[in-house]
């Protein structure tokens, strides 16, 4: 049962709740009309204390395509958070008017702060270079429809891996399936996390390489995963400099891949990789966002439980 539960981390779900929503998501592609009022009388609060285009707007649309409503901030500036008002605080009193919240927050956990002050459901929208499970939830429902299976896959995450938070959410999420392997492509200074390498991928035994060139790895991907490097995360404008560009994907690279190697990016995307790659049918990144809308309306459904 998923009602009344908050998603704050990808493994918050189990592999068959996570069927569960899907398998709604497909629905509600197949026939969106059958769900246009599902949610009447429901609302949304959406908390953004950082920048966001897709997620925030997915979630928003998601509710109002099921006939809920939906308040909230995109810009913290503009609630009571510069008056010095605590996340505690300020989720509990959203909880007096809505039903459902979704956070994203610089700080890392601060979506969890939330949870632990209040019986509604939390939705977990990226919290600083730590994770974004309802990305996973996206990422995992696109892989899921275009490749039939979530078993079996190589799968090559490349770019930004320290800061990258959809890709600290994808791996945990992914090493549960049988049969996944992954390559981690990225400068030395931008390899995952050391709790990732550690508790996620050696403690579960998963097949995992780390490798400096995208071109060495093209060849035996099933799936390439990019990111761009999270400026906003970096010390110092230099490092950010030298790093951001050290990766971009072009139409000459993806000669090296196999025909069907999907192309994948949480968007936005800033030079890795090239406007030309938009239309090779390898490219999956605006199908991607669409599905991020999908499998939001199904996951506000479970968790209300309407
Ligand atoms: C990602 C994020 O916010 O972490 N964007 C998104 O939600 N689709 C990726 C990014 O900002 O690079």
Redesign the pocket.
Known sequence: MLKGRHLLEPLDFSISELDDVFALAEEIIIQPELFARVCSGKLLATLFY??????RFSFEAAMYKLGGQVIGFSEPNSSSVVKGESIADTIRTVACYADIAVM?HPKEGAPKVAAYNTSMPVIN??DGGHQ?P??TL?DLLTIKSIKGSLNNLTVGLCG?LKF???THSLIEALARYEGIRFVLISPEELRVPDYIRKEVLTKKGRSFTEVESMEEALPILDILYM??V?KERFFNEEDYVRLKDRYILDAEKMKLAHEDMMVLH???RVNEIAVEVDNDPRAFYFQQ?KY?MFVRMALIMKLLGV
């Open positions: 950082e920048p966001s285009t897709r997620t994203r929208a990226g974004h309802t990305q996206t930004d990258g938070r959809t990111t761009r999270q949480p968007l936005p966002a991020g």
